[in-house]
């Protein structure tokens, strides 16, 4: 008798079954949709990368472009020698993770494991503040009162130099680690915390110890994330770091990215189909690939620790 | 209400005393008015209903409370008669370096076997290899695992299972020396074998500390215990000889617990 009332009532809550199954499939084919239009994106700007760069490397050895040191395709004899750029992108990316990685995790340690509910809740959205701030007000910040404050203690230091623009892109930078790792260090179960304790650990060495270890998936990636932000970091680069290629590694110095070169090329005009134009194609597809191999690094490294408390 | 829970009196040296303890959870009074003492080298058990203060009054003994804001204690444990576990100077750091805790679900840590083990003596700063390395077969050893994980020392805690992270934890908290060892149902998430090699320890580890366990098996109580304390809305109803209280109990609520009626 059970059975019998509860079919009928299912009868009456349920809708037939054939507009169920109609209704399901539009909606995961919706669904769908959303989901490929942004794999299809992907794809199509990996694409268009891809063939100009082939029509690039048609003209240019692709060996002369990983190991040239001049990057001179504006000239009337150019050069395509990537380094140049590459060190500016790695010298303004290490400055900047410099000061973001380490303030970045203090922060995250001393907000999760330290501050009180009330300073916690004050100082997270003020701190995430940092990172709605618009890169160009940065790339300004940088150029007029970084540089000038820095040349009180360095009078050499240029105008346009690596080591003002790395350092505010560090401060831009630090909300993106803090934030996650903070959420990582939050996510550690209150039982290993209770653990560290119980065995008469203080606060810093329970931090320390057992949740920073415990939540180091989660760390590594917001590292990671930061990292990709400051190679792929342009506007205060271009503003602060200078737009001549220079291939060196002394942070005093002035040197274009590969960001910067990018945005340099893009808003002068120069005719499609030049070798001069698919530069930015070329270079564009090395950043692409640098931030592809970052993000694979996370993944794996998300793979080997993860939380498994 | 006038408690009758004075049993023959207990023999033993008293490790512990707890002297008029009250507890609360902000407003909520959730310890009230207790008195017990806690048998040199012997095992306690703490048993009663679900939300009777079990916990509560474990996680006294370490201080552990002091961990959440809005928590306090009136009254006081005396550890040795001279020190007030809960006495306003007293570090709570140097009480857990004294007392430590077994939990109710394994917590080992995200580290190796090793270091698992090891943390109770670096947290105190300890750094020579050698001794350390002595006191955690000691500590393995007594907790019945170091045949199992001798080889594999440096592998991680989480490919134990349940059993044998329980038995680590054992370890952990034992390696330190301390002087009594905190257990809260220390075999509810695991199955009936590793229970069994678990309540096995319980009787060798007694020679080398005093064991407080709360429990919600009335035959775990039965088997592994000397003394039982019964507990029932925050207050402590029977305290006496396990085979005392559960042989001749004193007080009605006890008998209804042990014979099934209420819990
Ligand atoms: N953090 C807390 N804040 C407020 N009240 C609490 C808190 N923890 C426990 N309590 C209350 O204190 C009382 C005792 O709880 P406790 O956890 O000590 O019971 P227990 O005997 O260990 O129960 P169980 O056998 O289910 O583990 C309960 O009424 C519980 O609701
Ligand atoms: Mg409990």
Redesign the interface.
Known sequence: MAQTTLKSRSRQIYKPKLARQVKEKVIEFILFLAAFSSVATTVAILYILIKESFLFFQEVPIVDFLTGTKWTPLFVNPQYGILPLLSGTLMSAGVALAVAIPMGTIAAIYLSEFATKRVREIAKPALELLAAIPTVVYGYFALLYVTPFLQNFFPKLPGFNILAAGLVMGLMIIPFISSISEDAMSAV?V????????????KL?TAL??VF??A?SGISSSYILGTSRAVGETMIVAIAAGLRPNLTWNPFDQAATITAFIVQVSLGDLPHGTIAYQTIFAAGLTLVLMTLLLNIIGHFLAKTYR??? | MVINNSHEQITSIPKAEVADLDFYYGSFHALKGINMTLPEHSVTALIGPSGCGKTTFLRCFNRMHDLYPGNRYEGSIWLDKDTNILGRKVDPIEVRMRISMVFQRPNPFPKSIYENVAYGLRVRGENNRRLMDEKIEDALRVSALWDEVKDRLNESAYNLSGGQQQRLCIARALVADPEIVLFDEPTSALDPIATASIEELMSTLKDRVTILIVTHSMQQAARISDHTAFMYLGELIEFGRTKDVFNKPLNQQTEDYISGRIG
């Open positions: 179960p039982g290993l915390r209770e653990g560290s304790y119980a065995m008469g650990a203080t060495q110890k057992v270890s415990a180091i939380e498994i408390y």
